[in-house]
């Protein structure tokens, strides 16, 4: 019988309110069966995996939750690749680590990013230049609407920049995903970690010095989920960057010129036919810098901008820190940041 469960447990900010039920279901046809009857008795589930994306309100939800709990990892050769299929239930970090330590490339960059293989897919996981869009085959879901499982291709998932058909959908629940991995070792495109590395941008490390590297380099930004290091009780990066349009990027442009100096230079990359600007520039040119807090119950990460952290408080600390900062920047250079994580009961609006 589900027992009932306090939300907080479930996610990595420690924060969320009661939920009525929880189903731990460790096969595909738990999942898919615990969804299924859900759906039929017209309850408003909640579907959640590691819990690293998540910001639940502190009345928590009238229906019942679901955790993908399914494990399992196989490999096949594909000539030179390996095709990787792992359940959405596996830890995401522990397949990294595992498939970097055998010598196979194309996750490394994605050390260290906590939460589920499941959730990969459905907001393009990104860290150091690379996304899980690179190297994804195929994600297997339950189709909630016709209640069978279903294969999607990468091509059928529009993976754009923190972004795919799956996000911001209760239509489907992925199941297992199917990445290809090679020997053949994947530059390193990030100015940054290819610093860290003592190479230059467009060669090649093994994947696990990759792996070591990029892991040292969240630890310091408090990426990692560490007991020890309060700054890691978060959903990651808050915000994500802000892709803008030409007309968008020449507005934010000439505000950030009038509000700093016309001749300071920022951060912004071409996207497609977008611009990427940095959302931790933005922030922090904002006026909140690492630290920054508006009461003892929420503030900014000593080690990173972009990471909203919980200092014992509660969900809506958090959001009135996150509304305060989204607001300030509007203010001060009229660029809208996104939050990046799944709101559940709250929103910023």
């Not at 995996?49 to 019942?64: C, F, K, R, T, Y």
């Not at 940095?278 to 929420?298: D, P, Q, Y």
């Not at 300030?328 to 709101?343: H, R, Y």
């Amino acid at each position: 019988m589900p027992a009932s469960i306090n939300l907080s447990t479930l996610t990595t900010l420690g924060l969320g309110g009661p939920a009525p039920s929880l189903t731990v279901a460790a096969t595909d046809d738990e999942i898919c069966a615990a969804v299924a009857e859900a759906d039929f008795a017209g309850a408003p589930l909640l579907v959640v995996g590691g819990g690293s994306n998540l910001v639940i309100a502190d009345e928590g939800i009238a229906g019942p939750v679901v955790q993908v709990a399914n494990t399992g990892v196989s490999a096949v050769r594909d000539g030179d690749d390996l095709l990787v299929t792992a359940a959405a239930g596996v830890n995401w970090d522990e397949l990294v680590a595992q498939f970097c330590g055998e010598g196979w490339s194309g996750i490394e960059f994605l050390s260290g990013i906590p939460g589920s293989t499941g959730a990969t897919p459905v907001q393009n996981v990104g860290a150091y230049g690379m996304e899980v869009s690179e190297v994804l085959e195929n994600v297997t879901v339950f189709d909630r609407a016709t209640r069978g499982v279903q294969l999607l291709h990468t091509d059928q998932l529009q993976l754009g920049y923190r972004s795919s058909v799956l996000r911001g959908s209760d239509r489907a629940v992925v199941l297992r995903i199917q990445m290809r991995l090679s020997r053949r070792e994947t530059p390193v495109k990030y100015a940054e970690l290819a610093k860290s590395l003592g190479v230059a941008p467009g060669e090649s490390v093994p994947p696990a010095v990759v792996r070591e590297c990029v892991l040292g380099l969240r630890r310091s930004k408090g990426m990692v989920l560490d007991p020890g290091d309060p700054d890691s009780r978060s959903a990651g990066s808050f915000f994500t960057n802000p892709l803008l349009s030409a007309e968008q990027a020449r507005e934010a442009d000439g505000r950030i010129r009038g509000a700093l100096g016309s001749d300071v230079s920022y951060p912004h990359f071409p996207a497609g036919d977008r611009v990427k600007l940095s959302a931790a520039w933005l922030i922090e040119r904002a006026g909140f810098g690492k630290g920054f807090h508006l009461g003892a119950g929420a503030g900014v990460s000593t080690k990173h901008t972009l990471a909203l952290v919980n200092r014992g408080g509660t969900t809506r600390d958090l959001v009135n820190l996150a509304r305060y900062i989204r607001d300030g920047v509007v203010a001060k250079f009229g660029v809208t940041l996104i939050p990046e994580p799944v709101f559940v009961g709250v929103t910023l609006d």
